[in-house]
């Protein structure tokens, strides 16, 4: 269960015109994971110095509150947003997307808009799936993707959207993927934003939320059972009561608006882009699982087969009062603070506000830690089977520079009508170029590479996102393209088989490839 903290019970309930000023500090709210787990299950949760003690159940930092207003709208009391109750009726593009949130009035009020990937993901509740929100005050919630306003800074066609059948962060292409819109309003652009202090003793302060992180990253690489007891017995600038961020929290931590890394290094310098970090928060659609932030585009996610006994990264956290400030803030009609025994208060738009207290707690004894496992690529072969295709991809990047060796290669999989993400063989998935020749029959030749994803996620109900060895793609292209008639457009195809038998299915996608060490965006 999660730990009790001591707290003030403060009810309010007032008619204001215009509300003079708030506390401008903005609270993270909880992920709603109430459940214990190991690395495959349920479990009850430990005690202190037990294995898998100091998992996001054990700790609250602010429970996730809303209030229904009455008029369409829901109001989110720990962040104060104020957030559309239903999904927009339709599909958009994102442009479309952000002209309805424009015009839209709703309550009253018309300055809504579309809202940025940090607003829309506190309103995930990481304790469902199908939806991943609390449908008691979000019961018309589309289990599909929903647009937010931030851009991809390394693909600036694309914005992030998140998938709420299970939280997942994905991106789509502008002009090409519709899909669903839910409007915000409240707060200013921005708030949610970073402000951080360097304490020089090795640990990074974030005013606005008061969390308080380990300036480097941990050393060496942890399953998540290692990475919970590294964090609980860690002993930091006069610290211990450390413990592994929530995914809320490890989110908290990106920086839309950078890339390779997606962390501001000049408070966090060695955050290598590579790193994946773990958060504390079992993904419940697959408890083998945990989710996760990639440090090189801030995407959140988790794998599936068993992902816990994998080796990522680890940043620790530990609770700090809010630093606040005072600013003017937009009216409302009520203002209500849900009552509890157990959380912090909620802010209101009242000008008093009560801080969320901390806990300290009786760490285990033990650390691990252990160095990350390689992986090896096979020489491509040459086949001239071509299937017919009969499912959707997406490669990224939509360049891809033979130059650049450290760039991810990616493939969305959107499957045919009637067909699970979670039924395809993961090992099966393989890639294949069609090369600058033609035989005899007028088929083009094809040239695959055996090597297997580095992992797989499922995006969707029906969709997959695959990872494929950097250097292994990049030599299927190297012996099989001439490389003197660079840039050009090469037509990838990508294989796959179910579980359990019945068809492969064969997609295929067009990519510009150039070779230059000047890299170069379409």
């Not at 294995?51 to 054990?58: R, S, T």
């Not at 519709?178 to 202090?197: C, E, H, K, W």
Request: charged share 15%; glycine share 6%; with cysteine.
């Amino acid at each position: 269960m999660k730990k009790k903290h001591v707290s003030i019970l403060l009810i309010t309930a007032l008619i204001v015109t215009i509300a003079p000023a708030i506390v401008c500090a903005w609270f993270i709210p909880d992920t709603g994971v109430t459940k214990c787990y190991n690395n495959l299950s349920e479990i009850t949760c430990p005690q202190p110095g037990e294995p898998f003690y100091g998992q996001d159940a054990q700790y609250s930092p602010n429970l996730q509150s809303f209030t229904d207003l009455g008029n369409g709208i829901v109001r989110d009391n720990v962040t104060g947003l104020e957030w559309q109750s239903d999904t927009a009726p339709g599909v958009y593009l994102w442009d479309d997307a952000k002209t309805y949130c424009d015009n839209l009035t709703l309550g009253g009020y018309s300055d809504w808009r579309l809202p940025t990937i940090k607003e829309l993901s506190t309103i995930v509740d990481w304790s469902r799936y199908n939806p991943a929100i609390n449908i008691n005050y979000f019961p018309d919630t589309q289990v599909y993707a929903c647009w937010s306003s931030t851009v991809v800074i390394f693909n600036p066609s694309h914005a992030w959207v998140i998938d709420f059948s299970s939280g997942i962060f994905s991106s789509g292409r502008m002009v090409e993927i519709s899909t669903y819109v839910r409007a915000v309003r409240g707060g200013q652009y921005g708030t949610l934003d970073n402000s951080f202090i360097d304490k020089g003793d090795g640990t990074v302060t974030e005013t606005n939320s008061g969390l308080m992180w380990q300036q480097a990253t941990a050393p060496g690489y942890y399953t998540w059972e290692a990475a919970l007891a590294y964090c609980e017995t860690l002993t930091l600038a006069g610290h211990t009561d450390w413990r592994l961020p929530n995914v809320n929290e490890v989110l908290s931590l990106m920086d839309y608006s950078l890339w390779n890394p997606a962390i501001d290094t000049t408070y966090f310098p060695n955050t290598s882009a590579s790193a994946v970090y773990w958060s504390s928060t079992t993904c419940v659609i697959a408890p083998s699982s945990a989710w996760y932030a990639t440090a090189g585009d801030g995407g959140v996610s988790y794998l599936l087969n068993e992902q816990k006994l994998g080796m990522n990264a680890v940043r620790a956290v530990r609770g700090e009062q809010p630093v606040t400030t005072t600013t003017s803030v937009q009216p409302t009609t009520t203002t209500t603070s849900q009552p509890t025994t157990t959380s912090t208060v909620q802010p209101t738009t009242t000008t008093t506000t009560v801080q969320p207290t901390t806990t300290t707690s009786v760490q285990p004894t033990t650390t691990t830690t252990s160095q990350p496992t390689t992986t090896s690529t096979v020489q491509p072969t040459t086949t001239t089977t071509v299937l017919p295709a009969n499912a959707n991809i997406v490669i990224r990047p939509e360049t891809i520079n033979l130059k650049r060796k450290g760039q991810f290669i990616t493939a969305t999989i959107k499957l045919p009508q009637g067909y699970k993400a979670g039924d395809v063989d993961i090992q099966s998935i393989k890639i294949c170029i069609e090369k600058n020749v033609a035989n005899g029959q007028g088929n083009m030749e094809l040239a695959c590479g055996d090597f297997k994803p580095q992992w797989a996620i499922r995006i969707s109900k029906d969709s997959l996102l695959v990872k494929f060895p950097n250097q292994g793609v990049l030599d299927l292209i190297s012996n099989n393209v001439d490389i003197n008639n660079l840039p050009a457009m090469v037509t990838f195809w990508v294989q796959w088989n179910l579980k359990n038998g019945g068809p492969q299915f064969q997609a295929t996608d067009t990519v510009r490839v150039i070779n230059s060490f000047w890299w170069q965006k379409n």
